[in-house]
């Protein structure tokens, strides 16, 4: 695929998303709550598949510099296909069979490779790329963080609030109240990752979950 085709690609995906936040405006405005909220959850999905292409286009950004490409790990197309599907369905249930599936080999190889790759075991990749979708969300909308939780991948609230403060140091509501209120009295900055507490702990301080069941 050539930076013409991929660019191509992003920008349909993004017409995508348009459209599925003009309906969700048209539900909202005839008081249907709930299609509404079924199609800002497809836009946010749509927008995270789109960023994903971005970020694994030639000429765009490299993949995240933790990433091992000795032998061992995972080849780097290999890499990048996954990020990209794992970015495209936060939303749903992502096992550990699937994606050793889109590598092409056994889970427990695939378990080994994946943390050779990336420096951190699936389940805390994949639960790190849902609370950070969880904080575009959170700043971006007025969504409760109920609905928030379902729209990241996340089980209900409670396990939501347990990964957002294993992994950021602080409560989901406690984050939102303090960064809105930076974002309302200074310039937005670009970030990369999540925006983390003071004391938020580092992937190495989480606590090893089993990697047979790794939907959140």
Request: net charge positive.
């Amino acid at each position: 695929m050539d930076t013409e085709t991929a660019q191509q690609r992003t920008t349909h995906r993004l017409g995508a998303v348009a459209v599925q936040l003009v309906e969700a405006a048209r539900y909202a405005w005839d008081g249907d709550r709930d299609n509404a909220k079924v199609h800002t959850c497809r836009a946010l999905t749509l927008l995270g598949t789109a960023l994903a292409s971005a970020a694994v286009a030639p000429g765009a950004a490299q993949l995240p510099g933790s990433i091992r490409r000795d032998r061992g790990g995972l080849a780097p197309f290999q890499a990048r296909r996954l990020v990209e599907y794992i970015d495209a369905h936060l939303a749903e249930r992502i096992t550990l069979f699937q994606l050793a599936r889109m590598a092409g080999v056994s889970t427990g190889h695939f378990s080994r490779a994946f943390k050779h790759t990336f420096g951190v075991t699936t389940h805390a990749y994949l639960i790190r790329r849902r609370v950070e979708r969880a904080q575009s969300v959170m700043l971006s909308t007025q969504l409760p963080l109920s609905e928030i939780a379902l729209a990241c991948g996340l089980s209900d609230q409670s396990h939501f609030t347990r990964m957002f403060r294993r992994i950021v140091g602080e409560t989901p509501n406690a984050w939102r109240r303090a960064h809105r209120d930076a974002l309302d009295h200074a310039p937005a900055e670009s970030s990369h990752g999540p925006i983390m507490g003071h004391d938020a702990p580092t992937h190495a301080d989480t606590a090893p979950i089993q990697e047979a069941q790794i939907a959140a």
